[in-house]
């Protein structure tokens, strides 16, 4: 089992940036890619990016180029660093575990 604790989120004015951190345990984090997803109001679930656990990254297009996950195998924790965030990525923010695992998220709201 992998547990998850998000943190980093907040608020911020368009353009502005945020960094989210997971911070995990287990050793199960260095095998399964771990994966941000986020849930505006209303809306599905999306998943935004994901790293696997050799380092290989993939991005929805919608945040492509401005947001960037990262992993410290050495720290456990999974990043994602948002820049020029727009008020469509607010949402609330959930690291995964391809595991299984969920954290309880993180609200980032973005104002105009």
């Known amino acids: 089992q992998v547990r998850l604790v998000e943190s980093g989120g907040g608020l911020v004015q368009a353009g502005g940036a945020l960094r989210l951190s997971c911070a995990t345990s287990?050793?199960?984090?260095?095998?399964?890619?771990t994966d941000w997803y986020r849930q505006a109001p209303g809306k599905q679930r999306e998943l935004v990016a994901t790293?696997?656990?050799?380092?290989?990254?993939n991005y929805v297009d919608s945040v492509k180029g401005r947001f960037t996950i990262s992993r410290d195998n050495a720290k456990n924790t999974v990043y994602l660093q948002m820049n020029s965030l727009k008020p469509e990525d607010t949402a609330v923010y959930y690291c995964?575990?391809?595991?299984?695992?969920w954290g309880q998220g993180t609200q980032v709201t973005v104002s105009s």
């Open positions: 995964h575990s391809q595991g299984g695992d």
């Open positions: 287990g050793i199960m984090f260095r095998i399964y890619a």
């Open positions: 790293v696997t656990s050799g380092g290989s990254t």
